[in-house]
Each structure stands twice: as C-alpha cells, then as structure tokens.
C-alpha cells in the first residue's frame, strides 16, 4: 500500500518527510452524509493514521508564479482508519495483523506462526 502526499510549493515540514525513517502521520477529515429521512446532511469525523516509510521523492519545477509540484510517495506498514469513533480497519504488516469491522483475519496466520 502507498500514500501519495501532494504539496503546492517546498517547505521544511515536506523536505524533512523525505528522510530515510519511518513516520508517523495523522490525516483528519469528515465525511458527510445525507440523510433522506430527516432530510439533513450529517457531518463524521473520519481518522486514518499511517506509519510509513518514503518510497518515492519529487521536488518538482521551480516556474515563476506557479506550483512547484512537490510530491511524495510513502510505503505503507501501517494504517488504521476509524469513522466517527469507530476503528473501522487496522491493517499492521510487520506484525501479521488485518482487522476489519472488528474481525482479525490474520490472527489463525500469527498462531500458526508461533506469534500469538
């Protein structure tokens, strides 16, 4: 799994993200949906946290009066995504774990690993 992460122009905060170490990174977002019965649009909060790694680096152009194009692409080995207040999935690589909507469908792979 990869994480593309698009900057308009160079900042510190982009350029130290390409460090050759793992990050941990928080993404806030909140999704609405209508509701047809009360005829209302309703707001959730949605949280995806990533562990990751930087896989892929571009700077960009340097033109004048435009974007610089900054992009990144982060190697994923961990996520976990919830929707308003529920952890929804939990995907955890290096440790042999995939949880979704509250069932773990690698837990049977970690016994048989002697892991769990």
């Not at 130290?16 to 609405?32: E, F, T, V």
């Not at 994923?76 to 308003?84: G, H, L, Q, T």
């Not at 929804?88 to 892991?115: C, F, P």
């Amino acid at each position: 799994m990869a994480l593309t992460l698009n900057f308009r122009v160079v900042t510190d905060s982009s350029l130290k993200l390409m460090a050759p170490k793992g990050h941990n990174l928080s993404c806030y977002g909140s999704i609405q949906h209508f509701d047809g019965g009360a005829g209302s649009i309703i707001e959730v909060p949605c949280k995806v946290y990533v562990q990751c790694l930087p896989k892929k680096k571009e700077v960009g152009k340097f033109d004048s009066g435009k974007t610089t194009g900054t992009k990144m692409e982060m190697e994923i080995f961990y996520i976990k995504i919830s929707i308003d207040g529920q952890e929804m999935v939990e995907l955890d690589k290096l440790n042999y774990k995939y949880i979704v909507d509250g069932v773990d469908y690698l837990a049977q792979v970690r016994v048989n690993l002697g892991l769990g």
